[in-house]
Structure formats: C-alpha cells, structure tokens
C-alpha cells in the first residue's frame, strides 16, 4: 500500500521544517500503532478458518492455511518469552495487546520485531493461494520500507534492519555511518564484525551500555582481521586493535603512504577512539565500585566504530580493485 502525502502530514512536516531533527524511544502514539497493525494485515493477513484449502484434505482433515501458523508461532513466541495467555485467536491477542496503553515500550518493540521477522521469513514462503486468499496485497520488501517510514514520521527513534529493531538515535549519521557499515560488511564477507556490531546494538536498545561498548571494539577487531586473512597478511590472533591498526595502516600500507600523511591523525584517531574509550570504560573488573558507563558514550563509540569500519573496508575495496 502506497503511503500517501495527505494535508496534515505535509502542515507537520512544514512546522518542524526549520527544527532540529528529534527522536523520541519511550512511547510509541496509538495512531502509529494502528497504521503497524494495517501493515500487519496487508502484508500477513488475517488469522481465520477461511476453508481455501477446502478441496485438500491430510489424514481426512482440513489443511491449515499457512497465515495460522504464522500468527500462532509469532503469538507463541510472545506468550512464552512475556508469560501471557494461551490464546485460539493469535493475530486478536497480538493486536490487543499492541493497542494496549499499559503494554511497555520494550514489549511493543518486541511484537514489531517478531512480526517484521515472520514478514521477511515466512510470508514468502506462502503459497499463491494463501496470498489471494488472505488478501495480502503488501510485499514483504515494501511492507518493512512502510514501517521504517512510520517510525521516521512520527519522530519514533527505532528502525527494523535484518532482523533486529535498531535504535537510531542520529538518523542522518545512522544513515550514513550505521547502514553503510552493516551493509559493507554483510556484502564484503566480514560475517563476525557484522554480528559483533549487531550485537552492540542489540545490547544498546537493552541499555546495556558497557557490553555494547565491548562489542563495538570487538566488530572492530574483526573487521581488520578479516582484512588481513583476506590478504593473507600475517598477525598475532591475540593482536589488540593497536596492533591491528599499525599492521594494517603502516606496514601492509591498506591506505598509500600519501595518503596517509594527508591524513595525519588517521591513526591517531583510530588508535585513541574506540579501543581506548573501551579499555577505560569497558572490559575491565569495576572493583570496589559499581561503573556506570552513561548512554551518550556508548551512542558515540558505535557511531565512531561504524565510521571507521566503512573506512577500512572501503580501503579494502579500494585496495583490491589496485590488484585487479
């Protein structure tokens, strides 16, 4: 379904014109709840005994549509993991508890997530009949382009990216340091920095501050690492990222020798940011004291680490293409 650029959304959009852009993570408004719910219905369908499958039959039974399955397993799962009740009308329970005012933030997260996984993995998999069927008019592609729109519309600051509900807290650097960053590293092979850099994230939606810091070096780490087995350069495994950086930057030369005096501070950057703020903040034993490693810290060392992945790995690139 095409999202269309009525008056309201344009007068709102030209009021905040001229403001700083602003994201809101602790509520999500009943009217972008409702417009999730018909993204659920254009791109799942409906949970029903529609007889389609009504000239099929297994072991002198009727065949369950696919759609069932889907919203009993998302249902499921959200029963199990929040303790809520058994339920013969999953997609209902799903809604109710989606529309409830007292349901948490966290928790509408959770159902956001879960369905967006089934719109990506299970809705593709439904036969032609069950498409028609159930009316499901929504790609699964367009339904996630729509959602994400959604979020960014009503100034909530969360976007659903392969699998997981991120927590943008920039938007322009989470598009262009964030999503560059995934995307290489997804595309070029570095699949342990990629879930390390995940798994940053996931542990900064659950305001778990340090490990996300720890995850961060760690996505790092690999990135270099995966650049120098790509090029079969030698290192220590247990190499710390100081290590890494001078291999990488000045003995194999990823960036020219040029370049690297144009860019002075290169290293210097790359040395004092990520893997020191860890080390001091992360990682280590907190002693007598319980640390607290506050959030605009760790929001800073996972844009500082995406930026410097897409420029290792760009460097990569660059580097491979010279070899060609």
């Known amino acids: 379904m095409a999202i269309i650029d009525i008056y309201s959304k344009r007068k709102k959009a030209a009021e905040l014109s001229d403001q700083a852009e602003i994201y809101q993570y602790t509520s999500l ?22 007889n389609i499958y009504a000239d099929i039959k297994f ?32 997609n209902e329970e799903c809604m109710t508890f989606f529309l409830d005012p007292n349901t948490h933030t966290d928790n509408l997260l959770d159902v956001i997530e879960l369905t967006c996984l089934h719109i990506e993995r299970g809705v593709p998999k439904l036969p032609e009949r069950e498409i028609t069927g159930f009316g499901i008019s929504q790609k699964p592609t367009d339904a996630i382009n729509e959602l994400n729109h959604r979020f960014r519309e009503h100034g909530i600051g969360y976007q659903y990216d392969n699998g997981q509900i991120i927590r943008v807290d920039s938007y322009f650097i989470h598009a262009e340091a964030v999503i560059p960053a995934l995307t290489l590293i997804s595309d070029e092979g570095f699949i342990g920095a990629e879930q390390e850099f995940r798994s940053a994230h996931k542990y900064y939606r659950n305001q778990e501050y340090e490990a996300s810091i720890v995850e961060a070096l760690k996505a790092f780490e690999s990135t270099m690492k995966t650049i120098c087995d790509k090029f079969s350069w030698a290192y220590d495994k247990t190499a710390t990222a100081s290590k890494l950086i001078e291999i990488i930057l000045k003995r194999e030369e990823l960036v020219p020798s040029y370049l690297q005096n144009h860019f002075s501070g290169l290293r210097q950057v790359l040395e004092a940011g990520v893997p020191t703020v860890r080390n001091k903040e992360a990682g280590h034993g907190q002693g ?19 930026s410097n992945i897409v420029f290792l790995v760009e460097a990569y690139k660059a580097k491979c293409r010279e070899r060609e």
């Open 288 to 306: 007598t004291e319980i640390r607290g490693v506050p959030e605009y810290l760790a929001s800073y060392i996972l844009h500082l680490t995406a």
């Open 59 to 90: 072991k002198g039974r009727p065949v369950e549509p696919h759609v069932n399955w889907i919203w009993q397993s998302i249902y499921k799962s959200l029963a199990k993991e929040l303790g809520l009740p058994e339920s013969s009308t999953p």
């Open 29 to 50: 408004p009943i009217q972008f709840r409702r417009q999730v719910i018909y993204i659920w219905e254009d791109a799942i369908g409906t949970y029903g005994s529609k």
